[in-house]
């Protein structure tokens, strides 16, 4: 009896140490799941896969793991059961961010650490609120400041949002508003529906408001930020109907319609979603995405696989490995301070890549997104095409992005408006009759060459050149600008400009040296080859700066926003507006050219005098410049102003310095008012001489009321000047005649030579004296 006695004790003794190693080693789990989410089998498959790699590390403790699975929709009542009659020590969980604000108050009042796997809310990151909090997912500032970055990559201005009417959406959209005002985007509205409830979707008249109020604002870059696919693919279907799915816009979704796995209309292609990274790519990823999507227990309903169960895998690990090393330096894994530590300490490679958590707030200290494209219709799904680093502010891209409308088009965050094609074909009839005025001036010169003598011909056909230059820069105006057309438009309109009043000036200028020398009594030349080297000089330099501005100004197109809130317009555009003040304010020194040669010969023969037509010339292009040039650069909100006052502007500076030089002398060549011009002796036959040519020279006679004036000898040898000699007769004052040899081609007809002739200003010859003037005119 007494050894019986030994016996029963010594069983009761072992049933009872038995019972407590089996107390000590159990390991109480909990994982909050969203119980009736489609998405639910295989975010708790994930929880459990993880918790099955890592168990045989627990045995090996002679610890066991028991994960209980506790719906979050109670999150009050359920976060007190599992706590005070489970005796959980770590929690999975809750899933999203409004069940987590609330069932983390009370793990954290009992100070039972909890990692969420899909709570993106800010407000979960005050330590004081919530010190027991950790999630592997990164959070909505996070998300928000990739958001952002792909709008200024793009060059986004202006965004609006749509959010769903609960915690996520509202929390999201305050942030982006937030953060976008901080660096200059603009959020023109936030608009908010409801919740898909089961297949109950929120009444048409809420869709209606929504799409009303982004269309008021010209919304064209729309940021969705939803909390589940069946929020968004309602919005797009009222979408597709209003027109917002359309060519010109783009949708870009957070992480909640991500997980998109049946969209497969159409319409929905090129829509852009980022979702954190959740390991595409990696081989984790694949070996879990086979065992999820292959299970009749984990994906019942025979889904694709959910992005989000990459993080909930990733936060069962982080727990699992938390609670182990506790383990291993003999700590006390019911300490909760003491596996929140641990957790937190942790850095190690998940399936969505490196987990590591902020010592103060528990959030993921590794936050990288991946940029997700709608592409392949028939699956339905994102394909992944680059990612974005919040951390360092990068993005890169493995191919470009589609957009909506099937595009690789960056789109605008603005309507873009055309020009006005019945205006545009006004100003393009006008200019197509400019052309044609300046093409018959040209002509006439052409053909009625000697007839502009005087004028040197030939430099007039490159003044005219220049002028249908100027007027071609128009035709560039007119169509919706390209790269081309912004690139033409300052090479014709500088070119012909400095080719017009270049050749002019040159003209000018050799006239005024030909006569200043002459009164002194100077022989110089002037030849046309030397006149090439000038007007050539000055198109180079003006070719040399375009050159310049091509290739470092970078002159292209793009959209800039005009006067009307939330339009715009395609505009010619360059880097820096340095290039337009510098190709416009140097002409000024034409100007100044112009107006100093017009003084100088304003007292030459009436022949070879343009002084006058150079100066209204110059008056009209003053008064183009000062009226056009400051409003073209205030004007700037105001494209079809600017485009209206560019093209008059043009059309006035070469058509009239067209028609001021040359349509006088056209005129009365047409009117056969000028029919004798190409003859010598075309002021007054009783007069004056005839000319002739000897030596390579042409030599003119002709006589005055003070002078006669007879050719004696023109010729041409080594070291012979050319001469006349002048056989003056006197008048009743007594005075003595005085007289001139020009070369300028052909003789000066009366009238020009009593105006330069008989001038008591300037004397320019006497007696026996000879002087002579050489150069040569086309």
């Not at 990696?282 to 025979?302: D, M």
């Not at 555009?573 to 020194?589: L, P």
């Amino acid at each position: 009896m007494k050894i019986n006695n030994t016996l029963i004790l010594t069983v009761l003794l072992f049933i009872t140490l038995l019972g407590q190693i089996y107390a000590q080693t159990n390991i109480q789990l909990a994982f909050m799941a969203p119980l009736g989410d489609a998405e639910e089998p295989q975010y708790r498959g994930g929880v459990m896969l993880a918790a099955d790699k890592i168990r045989s590390n627990f045995t090996a403790h002679n610890y066991n793991l028991n994960i209980s699975v506790i719906g979050d929709s109670e999150p009050i009542m359920n976060s007190l059961d599992m706590i005070q009659n489970l005796g959980v020590v770590g929690v999975v969980g809750p899933a999203y961010s409004g069940a987590s604000s609330i069932a983390c108050l009370i793990t954290g009042a009992f100070q039972v650490p909890s990692i969420s796997f899909y709570a993106t809310g800010t407000d979960l990151s005050n330590p004081d609120k919530y010190p027991f909090f950790n999630r592997v997912m990164p959070d909505d500032y996070l998300q928000v400041k990739s958001i952002l970055l792909l709008a200024q990559k793009y060059g986004w201005e202006r965004i609006s949002c749509v959010h769903t009417n609960e915690d996520y959406g509202i929390g999201g959209a305050n942030i982006l508003v937030r953060e976008a005002n901080a660096i200059g985007i603009a959020v023109n509205t936030i608009q908010s529906i409801d919740v898909v409830d089961g297949d109950v979707e929120p009444p048409e008249e809420e869709y209606d408001r929504v799409f009303k109020n982004l269309d008021d604002v010209k919304a064209r870059v729309i940021v969705a930020y939803a909390l589940f696919p069946s929020d968004c693919l309602a919005l797009w279907k009222y979408a597709e109907q209003k027109g917002f799915l359309n060519k010109g816009f783009t949708w870009i979704v957070t992480d909640g319609c991500a997980e998109l796995t049946d969209g497969k209309e159409e319409y929905l292609k090129g829509v852009i979603a980022l979702f954190p990274n959740y390991g595409l790519g990696n081989t984790r990823l694949e070996e879990l995405e086979t065992q999820i999507v292959s299970s009749s227990v984990y994906n019942p309903e025979g889904y694709g696989y959910f992005k989000g169960t990459s993080f909930s895998y990733d936060a069962a690990d982080a727990l699992l490995r938390g609670i182990l090393n506790v383990i291993n330096i003999g700590g006390d894994y019911t300490n909760g301070k003491q596996v929140l530590d641990s957790i937190r300490s942790l850095n190690f490679e998940g399936v969505t890549g490196t987990i590591g958590f902020d010592s103060d707030t528990g959030d993921r200290k590794h936050g990288i997104f991946s940029i997700l494209n709608l592409i392949d219709i028939e699956k339905g799904s994102f394909d992944k095409i680059g990612e974005i680093d919040p951390n360092s502010n990068t993005i890169t891209l493995n191919q470009d992005i589609i957009f909506v409308g099937d595009t690789t088009d960056i789109p605008s965050a603005y309507e873009v408006i055309k020009y006005i094609v019945a205006l545009n074909s006004i100003l393009g009839a006008i200019a197509g009759l400019c052309v044609l005025f300046v093409l018959f001036i040209g002509f006439i010169i052409i053909f009625q060459w000697r007839k502009f003598r005087y004028s040197s011909p030939l430099f007039c056909v490159f003044i005219i050149l220049g002028a249908l230059l100027g007027l071609a820069s128009v035709f560039t105006l007119l169509p919706n600008p390209n790269s081309e057309l912004c690139l033409s438009f300052p090479w014709l309109l500088g070119i012909g400009f400095v080719l017009l009043f270049g050749t002019l000036f040159t003209k000018t200028w050799r006239t005024w040296r030909l006569f200043h020398n002459a009164r002194k009594f100077k022989i110089i030349r002037i030849s046309n080859k030397m006149m090439f080297l000038v007007v050539g000089s000055f198109v180079l330099f003006e070719a040399i700066f375009m050159i310049l501005w091509s290739t470092l100004g970078d002159p292209n197109v793009s959209v800039e926003p005009i006067y009307k809130s939330g339009q715009a317009q395609l505009q010619c555009t360059t880097n820096s507006a340095a290039w337009w003040y510098v190709f416009v304010f140097y002409k000024v020194f034409y100007v100044i050219v112009g107006v100093f040669l017009a003084f100088k010969t304003r007292d030459v023969v009436d022949s070879l005098n343009e002084s006058k037509p150079i100066s209204f010339s110059l008056y009209n292009l003053t008064f183009v410049m000062t009226i056009s040039i400051p409003l073209g650069f205030i004007l700037t909100d105001y494209p079809t102003a600017v485009l209206v006052i560019q093209i008059v502007a043009i059309l006035l500076c070469f058509t009239t310095t067209v028609g001021l030089l040359f349509l006088p002398k056209v005129w009365k060549i047409v009117s056969g008012q000028q029919h004798s011009m190409d003859s010598p002796s075309s002021g007054d036959s009783s007069n004056a001489g005839t000319g002739g040519k000897s030596g390579g020279y042409y030599s003119g006679g002709y006589t005055s009321n003070a002078t006669e004036m007879k050719q004696t000898s023109i010729g041409r040898s080594t070291g012979q000047n050319i001469s006349t000699e002048l056989n003056s007769s006197q008048n009743a004052n007594g005075g003595s005649g005085s007289g001139v040899f020009y070369t300028g081609g052909e003789s000066l007809p009366k009238s020009a030579g009593s105006s330069f002739l008989n001038t008591s200003r300037d004397p320019i010859a006497s007696n026996n004296q000879s002087i002579g003037v050489k150069s040569e005119e086309q």
